[in-house]
């Protein structure tokens, strides 16, 4: 199959740059496109077929669900039903924007689209291709982040090209995406809200609609323990991995840096390809080797916007050993050192 790459004009989108991607959804075809997180992988979210294509192009393990996009908080109760209050305040407050919640489902969503499971997850995204797209469609949009099962989300058209390409048929290119980390996921089914997935949208922020919201235990998870079972299906697999093994250092800034360097040093010896995840701060002390700044460590919105470009490009540089640092975890940099764990595989050193 050939990819089609279309580029969008953000400054002027008009009805007409949508009518061949709308064609094909309606036609049960994928399309990707982007959204204010990540780039998406998008299907008919009703049609069990277009679901089954989208875990096909992704290689993704089928139990694990999809989410459902929306253009419209009334589609809540097409798809959904015993929504609690909170979840029409959440909807108030955040949407259209980078949240997604977890609801009891209506029986028109197929389980196809919820990998088995009762409860769906839906969001609204605020990307004005995103939502002109879904309204265009008049379809609800089940979109997975839009990588190859197991890679770092894509947050451009490039990324999405090199693990989709010859697997799905079009690509709508709005260049790089605005937050660079997917949706914050709050599950509102159980009795108290919890937050699965986090990310753009911190614990804070919830707590102002739901004053008794709390983090999933798993999310704060720092080895790999596997007595923590992660709520959110896609939360358990490795995942964001770039191909070398990355291990990073948490403790003061001057440990880390000790512990980077020498770890880096004892991989070079031995014959091994290595790079370095540093920061602005930082980057200096690293001479000699192969160093990726995700930029200044007191600018968390900034490092979530670069991190999973980074990961991806210790792949185009093949290094077969990453030493990372870890960031601080103020506002959206609890979600990127969340996404960071995970692309280590939990392969983490106090120091
Ligand atoms: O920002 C985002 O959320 C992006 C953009 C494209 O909207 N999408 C995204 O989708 O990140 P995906 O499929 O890569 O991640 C969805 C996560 C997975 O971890 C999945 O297990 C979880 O949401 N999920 C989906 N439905 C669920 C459900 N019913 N219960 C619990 N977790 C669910
Ligand atoms: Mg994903």
Not at 75 to 103: C, H, N, V, Y
Not at 217 to 241: C, E, F, N, Q, S
Request: glycine share 8%; with cysteine; hydrophobic share 40%.
């Amino acid at each position: 199959m050939e990819t089609r790459v279309v580029r969008m004009d953000r400054d002027n989108l008009r009805k007409e740059q949508f009518e061949e991607a709308v064609a094909l959804l309606r036609r049960g075809e994928l399309v990707a496109f982007p959204t204010e997180t990540v780039y998406g992988l998008g299907g008919n979210a009703l049609d069990p077929a277009a679901s089954a294509k989208i875990y096909a192009a992704k290689g993704r393990p089928s139990d694990n669900p999809l989410i459902v996009h929306i253009c419209d908080t009334d589609a809540l109760s097409e798809l959904a039903q015993d929504i609690p209050d909170g979840a029409w305040e959440l909807a108030k407050r955040f949407w259209p924007g980078p949240m997604t919640m977890i609801l009891k489902k209506k029986d028109i969503v197929p389980k196809e689209t919820t990998g088995g499971l009762s409860t769906v997850a839906i969001r609204m995204p605020s990307d004005p291709i995103a939502a002109m797209l879904i309204r265009e469609s008049g379809l609800y949009i089940a979109a997975p982040s839009a990588n190859a099962s197991g890679r770092p989300s894509t947050t451009r058209a490039e990324h999405v090209y090199e693990d989709l390409n010859g697997r799905i048929p079009m690509i709508l290119d709005g260049g790089a995406v605005q937050i660079g980390l997917e949706s914050t996921i709050i599950d509102l089914t159980g009795e108290r809200p919890l937050i699965l997935r986090p990310g753009y949208i911190t614990l804070e922020d919830v707590r102002k609609v739901l004053p008794n919201a709390a983090y999933d235990p798993a999310v704060l998870r720092r080895k790999a323990d596997d007595t923590i079972v992660a709520k959110a299906p896609g939360m358990k697999y490795r995942h964001y991995a770039p191909k070398g093994q990355l291990t990073v250092f948490e403790g003061s800034l001057e440990n880390v840096t000790k512990a980077v360097r020498k770890n880096a040093a004892e991989k070079k010896a031995e014959g091994f390809r290595v790079a370095i995840l540093a920061s602005e701060e930082t980057k200096d002390a690293y001479k000699g080797y192969t160093v990726c700044s995700v930029g200044d460590r007191e600018d968390e919105a900034g490092i979530a916007a670069r991190l999973f470009d980074t990961l991806r490009e210790f792949d185009h540089m093949g290094a077969d050993y990453i030493f990372g640092e870890c960031f601080p975890t103020e506002g959206v940099g609890q979600a990127v050192m969340n996404r960071l764990m995970k692309a280590a595989g939990y392969h983490i050193e106090q120091v």
